[in-house]
Each structure stands twice: as structure tokens, then as C-alpha cells.
């Protein structure tokens, strides 16, 4: 679980773009982050072979130079995708892309196909959101033997293309009222039960200053009508739902004043009475700040966020029909 954070990054990209506003509300001036996994491109023929990985070698190499974009090493990503038997190249499925998401907290995937016709060799790239699925492609074509120049060529336009089109692959950060009202609409009239939310929490390098991702939970669990027990105060016996997890961040990477962090949640949901494992979910968010301290909290915000907008309605109960 936490090996991801120890033995280095994630394939990550991160553009930065324009300002971030947190899922808890802080408002600061900083720049956006959209994490992008660059996945292996799919070979299409024999005369092709090998072909795929080089592909995605130059582009993580030359998209490494651009000053927008924020990367670190591709062996995780393959890791990650090895451990959960995914084996994606060229062709990725909306679900497999937004798996993806969730367990690398990428939110663009690049990927797509190399292929050779007579002399001339094709790069096709594909750019996918992972939570909206929309795609924004992109190709070259030229001399079969001139893959390196080629490879070089399409890494520029797919930066020029997630610089055109990340508005329309990444959904923008809702509110913290509008994320309110997408629970409720989930849970509809389903019966909220008393919950009890305990995550750990730690940044690599520093100690955690306070219990963001509970802080976040337990805030999003009262605003849609959950009543939330705090154990301090003697009554943990009074929850039907216990939520447990762990929280970890650590710096990904600096460039020039701004700070980029990575953090991962992880929870299960349990009912106390049985002990049965009602849900369990995970994410990855990455975000961006002049202090370290400040991006490290609004990533576990973040992954916070997006884990009630999944995990609560997963844990209510039906109403009881009165009886006459």
C-alpha cells in the first residue's frame, strides 16, 4: 500500500495550468494539476515490434523537458498495473481508464497504436480523460526508419493538445456545495446511519499536523445528513458504520516556487455490529502550492472528497416501511 510513496512516483505528468480552488473550500492563487500516465502504445504488425515501449520512452523523455509538465518514472505505473492484472496499451476501456485514475489519481491517460504501411511509419496518440472518458487524439507520419524524430514530433503535439483540450477531458473541481448536493442526490432517501471515521495520516519527511482526510470525511458526512461519533467522547458503541483508514503524502517534485504533493487514502467500511466489510475504496490526488504543508493538505482533501462521493452512499440503509 504505501510502497508507491517509498520506491518513487507514479508515471504522473502533471500540467500546470490555472488556479486550483480546494474541495474544502481554501481558495489560494496557484496553478492547476492534471496528473497524466503515459501507457505503453500498441504495436500493430510485425514490422513494428518493440516499437510500442520506445514510443512511450521518447515521449516520457521529451515531455520531461517541458516546463509545464511535471513526470517521474514509468516503472511504478507498470507495477501498479502488473499487481491489479492490467495490461493496457492502445486500446483502453472508459472503465479499465478510470480504474486507472483511481489507483494512480491520473487524470489523463496517453496511449495509442504505432503502426507501418510501405515506408512510412504512423504514431497515432490518444489523450483520455479518466473520469469523463473523452478522448483527444493526435498523429504523425513519416520515414519507417525515423521513429526517433517522429516520436519527438508527437510528444509536442500531444502537449499542444492537452494544452487545448484539458478543459473539456478533465471535469472542473465542484464546489464544496455542489459536491454536497451530488451525495445527497446518490443516497436519495436511503437512511443515514451513525458513523464513526478514524484515518491515520502521515507526509513522508514531516509529521501531520492535523487529521485532514478525516476532517474531510466526517465534514462531508454531516452535511449530507450522517450523524458522525466522535469515540474521544465515549461513544463509539453508538455507531452502525465504522470507517477506518490511512492517509500518506509526500513531495513529488518542485518547480520553481510551486510545490507539487501526492497523497493516498485508503479506507474500508465496516458494520459494527457484524464486522462485515460493507465498501472499501482508494484514491490518489495530487495538488499544487507555494507550501509544502498546504499542497500535502489539499491532496488528502482532495482524495478525501472523492472517496465520500463514492464510499457514503455505499453505506446506508433502506427505509423501514412503517406498518400499520
Keep these: 500500500m504505501r510502497s508507491w510513496l517509498r520506491s518513487g512516483a507514479l508515471v504522473l505528468g502533471v500540467v500546470l495550468l490555472s488556479a486550483l480552488g480546494g474541495f474544502a473550500g481554501q481558495q489560494q492563487e496557484h496553478e492547476e494539476v492534471y496528473p497524466l500516465a503515459v501507457l505503453a502504445f500498441h504495436e500493430r504488425g510485425a514490422d513494428v515490434k518493440d516499437y510500442g515501449a520506445q514510443v512511450a520512452d521518447i515521449l516520457f ?36 481508464a478510470t480504474q486507472v485514475g483511481q489507483l494512480t489519481g491520473a487524470k489523463l491517460l496517453v496511449t495509442g497504436s504505432v503502426f507501418q504501411v510501405g515506408k512510412k511509419l504512423y504514431l497515432v496518440a490518444k489523450v483520455m480523460g479518466t473520469e469523463t472518458s473523452r478522448v483527444a487524439g493526435t498523429s504523425v507520419k513519416g520515414a519507417a526508419d525515423a521513429l526517433g524524430e517522429l516520436a519527438e514530433k508527437l510528444a509536442a503535439q500531444v502537449a499542444e493538445t492537452i494544452q487545448k483540450e484539458a478543459n473539456k477531458l478533465v471535469p472542473p473541481r465542484p464546489k464544496p456545495v455542489d459536491l454536497v448536493a451530488k ?93 462485515k466489510i460493507i465498501a472499501v475504496d482508494r484514491q490518489v490526488a495530487v495538488a499544487v502550492d507555494l507550501s509544502e504543508q498546504i499542497a500535502a493538505k489539499q491532496a488528502l482533501q482532495q482524495a478525501a472528497a472523492e472517496i465520500a462521493l463514492r464510499l457514503l452512499p455505499k453505506i446506508t440503509r433502506p427505509v423501514k416501511k412503517r406498518t400499520r
Design 61 to 96: 523523455a521529451e515531455l520531461a523537458t517541458n516546463p509545464q509538465l511535471y513526470l517521474v518514472d514509468r516503472q511504478e505505473l507498470d507495477q501498479i498495473l502488473a499487481e491489479h492484472a492490467l495490461n493496457l496499451s492502445g486500446v483502453v476501456r472508459p472503465d479499465q
Design 183 to 275: 451525495i445527497k442526490e446518490k443516497i436519495g432517501r436511503s437512511r443515514r446511519p451513525a458513523v464513526l471515521i478514524h484515518i491515520s495520516e502521515r507526509h513522508f519527511g514531516q509529521p501531520a499536523v492535523d487529521p485532514t482526510a478525516r476532517t474531510e470525511l466526517t465534514l462531508l458526512a454531516q452535511q449530507t445528513g450522517f450523524e458522525t461519533i466522535d469515540p474521544e467522547e465515549g461513544r463509539a458503541s453508538q455507531a452502525e458504520v465504522v470507517i477506518r483508514g490511512e492517509g500518506f503524502s509526500e513531495l513529488a517534485g518542485q518547480t520553481g516556487r510551486l510545490t507539487t504533493v501526492k497523497a493516498r487514502v485508503e479506507v474500508k467500511a465496516v458494520d459494527a455490529h457484524t464486522g
